[in-house]
């Protein structure tokens, strides 16, 4: 089982970016797909965006499409999250998960990076 790590968390003033990565251990994203989940204090854990490892076929959540970009660089085994235009209700713990194709599910998780955006 493929075991997702996020990374790139931080401190942004509104209107600016950063991009988190989330790294494989244990084996590739080969056969998974990947996505991006946030949840910030007292609110759900909401779907940001997720990619399809192999094809790379990408979907976004309509809250932050137009903004938030998702990639991957199959070389460094590695799924990028790019956010543009930071708003201070993007504040929240960004988590990385995968799941197999066939899966329904998100069945392994990463422990998570801060992202705080101050107005």
């Known amino acids: 089982q493929v075991q997702p790590a996020e990374s790139g968390g931080g401190l942004v003033q509104a209107g600016g970016s950063l991009r988190l990565s989330c790294a494989a251990s244990g084996r590739t994203f080969s056969g998974y797909t990947v996505g991006w989940f946030r949840q910030a204090p007292g609110k759900e854990r909401e779907f940001v965006a997720h990619i399809v490892w192999s094809g790379g076929i990408t979907y976004v959540a309509d809250s932050v499409r137009g903004r938030f970009t998702i990639s991957r660089d199959n070389a460094k085994n590695t799924v990028y999250l790019q956010m543009n235009n930071l708003r201070p209700e993007d504040a929240a713990v960004y988590y990385c998960?995968?799941?197999?194709?066939?899966?329904?599910?998100?069945?392994?998780w990463g422990r998570g990076t801060q992202v705080a955006v101050s107005a």
């Open positions: 998960a995968v799941r197999t194709i066939t899966s329904g599910q998100f069945t392994s």
